[in-house]
């Protein structure tokens, strides 16, 4: 399908640490997909924590191990929109604050060929249904990064909305943050705890089983307070469900 395009999976830190799954859902639903995935071992940190906190010169030699690890990919697809923002946004402003060509030069090549996994499978491989089966109510909490850094839009929807047996329900007020924000919910954590109990109230208002977003970091904030609640909502990244086939 990929007419011989190199793909690399970057898995991220929270997946790699906590998320395992997440990431070999990735690697199964595009093999089921004719992509031969490769994972860089390389690979460690995108950046965005020391950005996002303001060590400028800290993110340097993060964002050079992120450029030859990835070097020669025609593509980069990582789960998660947090990380794929911070390789488009982030990387060119690091590259250029250290006054470094070569690093620029690399970040150019690599940057643009980074997708967040929904605009991966809609865009470079023209996909909305990708052969998943999971027959259970869900709701969609779409992401900041994912919405307003990256645009991802509707993908997310189309790839859910052809997945067998999957209903949907709209989740209301749903473009409003989570509040988890990485170091935002550690520095700020009861204006963090407010927005995700609201996030939380609107997930247990539509009744779905299960609560689906494209990053792990925004479930464990906000699934952390639906386990506290006992609401019996599950959290599922997108990568699990689209990789769900029926038995």
Do not use: W
């Amino acid at each position: 399908m990929m007419g011989g395009m190199k793909v690399a999976l970057m898995v991220t830190c929270v997946n790699d640490a906590m998320f395992p799954e997440t990431g070999k859902a990735v690697v199964s639903l595009l093999r089921r997909l004719g992509v031969d995935v490769e994972f860089p071992e390389a690979q460690t940190c995108c950046g965005q924590p020391m950005v996002n906190t303001g060590y400028m010169d800290e993110a340097v030699p993060v964002v050079r191990t992120f450029v030859d690890a990835f070097a020669g990919y025609d593509a980069i697809v990582t789960p998660s929109g947090s990380c794929a923002g911070s390789a488009r946004h982030q990387h060119a402003m690091i590259a250029r604050r250290a006054g470094d060509p070569g690093l620029e030069r690399a970040v150019a090549e690599t940057s643009p060929r980074t997708y967040e996994l929904s605009e991966f499978l809609v865009d470079a491989l023209g996909v909305v249904d990708v052969g998943a089966y999971f027959p259970h109510l869900v709701t969609y909490h779409p992401t900041c990064h994912s919405l307003r850094m990256l645009g991802v839009g509707d993908r997310p929807r189309q790839l859910l909305e052809n997945v067998r047996g999957l209903r949907l329900a709209e989740l209301p007020r749903a473009e409003e943050c989570c509040g988890f924000g990485g170091t935002f919910a550690v520095k700020n954590a009861d204006t963090s705890v407010a927005m995700g109990a609201d996030k939380a109230r609107h997930v247990r208002g539509t009744e779905a089983e299960v609560l689906v977003a494209g990053d792990n970091s925004c479930l464990m904030h906000i699934g952390g307070i639906l386990s506290r609640q006992r609401s019996g909502v599950r959290v599922m990244h997108l990568a699990e469900i689209l990789a769900q086939e029926e038995k």
